[in-house]
């Protein structure tokens, strides 16, 4: 089956910088589009950043010019390098990627999930 394993969240002071990892790891053919999202407290979870298999990228409003996103298709792993944080970037970060591979009954193209890094903005 597919992993995704989100790593490199934590407490920071507003102004500081963080990089998210996201490894993919398990019976995987492809991986085609991939992306970081993240869910605050009482809120809906959204887009923060895009990046297709040919480096295209996308980012919400919110984070341009902050926060870049990056893979290494060789290591089947994804970025994302957040600075100038602010309070309002405090969420949980999920990894979401469209992979081709086995999910637990046959081969098949599907979305996976991570479980979430913790990133918290705060003095």
């Known amino acids: 089956q597919v992993q995704l394993v989100e790593s490199g969240g934590g407490l920071v002071q507003p102004g500081g910088s963080l990089r998210l990892s996201c490894a993919a790891s398990?019976?995987?053919?492809?991986?085609?589009?991939m992306g970081w999202y993240r869910q605050a407290p009482g809120k809906e979870r959204e887009v923060v950043a895009t990046?297709?298999?040919?480096?295209?990228?996308n980012y919400a409003d919110s984070v341009k010019g902050r926060f870049s996103i990056s893979r290494d298709s060789a290591k089947k792993t994804m970025y994302l390098q957040m600075n100038s944080l602010k309070p309002e970037d405090t969420a949980v970060y999920y990894c979401?990627?469209?992979?081709?591979?086995?999910?637990?009954?046959?081969?098949?193209?599907?979305?996976?999930w991570g479980r979430g890094t913790q990133v918290t903005v705060s003095s």
């Open positions: 990046i297709t298999s040919r480096g295209s990228t």
């Open positions: 979401n990627a469209d992979v081709y591979g086995y999910n637990g009954i046959r081969w098949t193209r599907f979305d996976s």
């Open positions: 398990g019976s995987i053919g492809s991986i085609y589009d």
